[in-house]
């Protein structure tokens, strides 16, 4: 049904339940990009600072989506791995319009309202202002997906 | 002593604070240790020691030294005509305009004006470096061909910053002739000391940086400059010997933002007075609009004669209108030496603190380029 799907990725617990729902979904059909957006620093004082941020956050995610795409490999799935940076809504969104994604698959974990109305939260703004369909997996209190 | 040890857990109880924020929201520290600074100078005042003068003075130059070796020669060389044009009107139209809005629309003495023509012209390299990392775009030729002109916009800052105040009396021909000695000996004479000092654990390379930088701006303050203009320059010589030496950048850094700039931000915010700014917002509208407004009036023509689509022109504008080192080094600057008035120095920081946020903000929000915008090569258009 979807033909190429894109997988936000961070290692979380309903990322990982994404990643589940993925091998479910994409089996047999298209290829997926499992994507893990590091966050770089807003309004850096120097160009260094944003290298040592784009390098620590390379160092966490590369080998937890290339381990993820592997999981989805052996699930029968044609997916490989990739890590960039920024705000994780916009390039989540960004990546999803390049590879012309026609689904994409996030986790999400409940957040207080305090926390949403002052930080937000990606999957707001993906499902906001995505051009295609978006599932968002999410772990309930009983540690669930729904 | 005890009074010592009081203002040093005070600071560090801020520098502390100010980190713990950034790590939190994602801003960059030096935003958070301005706004912090901002509210501690106009709360629980910490006290402006000669100590914490001194670390800040050290960070700036170290600061604006990193400034000045972010960028490798070959991008400035292979984007330099359109580096140039664009850097050169980025720096003069919003210096032009802030300066005569200041001495002719709000009666600014001239020193005064130029203060603010200088503080106002900036374009923050890092700013539009992380903006651009977030949209892909610093790999490209437009990402790399903004760098190169935001790099010339900082040039024409530091120069006027170094040379405005100038009396030319001999220490300042005595400052040029060691400036002109050490950007030419500095590139030959320091790869070979970093190899040969080769990262024993007591840091000498990064004593040596910091022994070039205090050393120029003695000099330069003698000759009635300042000090940012050698460190630019000598970051500037240096730059391609350092970004060969990731390693070393990262321990200057290092050492720079756990002790230096944390002292520079909070201070520089410490002395911004909000009780001024809250009976000047006016002024600190239009200078935004001044500065933001400037920029436009430049690059706007200069971009289109570039061959620059309209959403590329935009977003390279905009981009190109932010400010935040830079701009509040020019404006503590002027205060120190008695040339603006803590009230036209709280404006400016607000402006510049303005600067850095609203025109990124909508930049990304409206005109970020898209992946076609990226395949325009501009190594044809403007440099070779």
């Known amino acids: 049904m979807f033909s190429r799907i894109l997988l936000a990725y961070e290692g979380s617990d309903g990322s990982k339940l994404a990643l589940r729902r993925t091998a479910e979904i994409a089996r047999g059909a298209g290829e997926v990009l499992v994507l893990a957006v590091g966050r770089i620093p807003e309004y850096a004082e120097t160009v260094s600072e944003v290298e040592e941020a784009k390098d620590q956050a390379g160092r966490h995610y590369d080998r937890m989506v290339e381990e993820a795409a592997a999981e989805l490999r052996a ?59 978006v599932l968002v997996v999410r772990v309930t209190e009983t540690h669930g997906s729904t | 002593m005890e009074q010592l040890w009081s203002g040093v857990v005070v ?8 980190s713990l924020i950034s790590w939190r929201i994602g801003i960059s520290v030096a935003l958070v240790e301005l706004v912090v600074g901002i509210a501690a100078g106009n709360t629980i005042r ?20 990193l400034a000045g070796a972010e960028l490798e020669s070959a991008v400035v060389k292979r984007f330099w005509k359109a580096g140039l044009a664009l850097g050169v009107v980025s720096f003069a139209a919003p210096f032009a305009l802030a300066w005569l809005v200041a001495q002719f629309a709000f009666g600014w003495p001239l020193r005064a004006a130029q203060i603010a023509g200088i503080a106002l012209s900036t374009t923050s390299v890092a700013v539009v470096y992380a903006v651009m990392v977030e949209t892909g775009l610093n790999e490209t030729p437009l990402g790399k061909l903004i760098l190169a002109a935001c790099f010339v916009t900082d040039l024409g800052t530091v120069i006027a910053l170094g040379l405005l105040f100038t ?24 790869p070979p000391i970093l190899r040969r000092l080769n990262s024993h654990a007591s ?25 940012v203009l050698p ?51 006016g002024m600190v509208a239009l200078f935004f609009l001044v500065k933001t407004g400037a920029k436009f009036l430049g690059l706007v023509p200069t971009g289109a004669a570039l061959g620059f689509s309209r959403r590329v022109n935009m977003y390279t504008t905009l981009m190109m209108s932010t400010g935040l080192t830079f701009g509040t080094i020019s404006a503590l600057y002027g205060l120190n030496h008695g040339i603006i008035t803590q009230q036209q120095y709280s404006v400016l920081v607000v402006v510049i603190i303005l600067t850095a946020i609203v025109p990124t ?10 992946a076609t915008d990226h395949a325009i090569d501009f190594g044809t258009k403007g440099g070779k």
């Open chain 2, 46 to 65: 910490p006290q402006l020691t000669e100590w914490v003068t001194v670390l800040a003075s050290v960070g700036s130059l170290v600061l604006t030294f």
């Open chain 2, 167 to 190: 009396n030319f009396g001999a220490a300042f021909w005595v400052f040029v002739a060691a400036l002109a000695v050490a950007v030419v000996v500095l590139p030959r004479i320091t």
């Open chain 2, 361 to 370: 903000l909508i930049a990304q929000t409206f005109f970020a380029p898209r």
């Open chain 2, 203 to 227: 840091e000498p390379e990064v004593r040596f940086v910091l022994l070039v930088l205090a050393g120029m701006a003695l000099l330069a303050v003698r000759g009635g400059s300042e000090g």
């Open chain 1, 75 to 133: 699930a029968g799935v044609d997916a490989r791995a990739h890590v960039d940076f920024g705000k994780p809504g916009d390039v989540i969104i960004r990546h999803a319009e390049e590879i012309g994604a026609d689904l994409i698959i996030l986790g999400t974990t409940p957040h207080s309202v305090l926390k949403r109305r002052v930080l937000g939260a990606t999957a707001d703004k993906v499902v906001d202002r995505a051009h295609c369909s």
């Open chain 2, 231 to 281: 460190a630019y320059l000598v970051g500037m010589v240096l730059a391609d010997t350092f970004l060969a030496n990731r390693e070393l950048i990262k321990r200057l850094r290092a050492t720079t933002f756990a002790l230096l700039t944390p002292f520079y931000f909070l201070k520089a915010g410490s002395l911004v007075s909000m009780k001024a700014v809250l009976g000047s917002l």
């Open chain 2, 11 to 18: 600071w560090l109880a801020l520098a502390l604070l100010a």
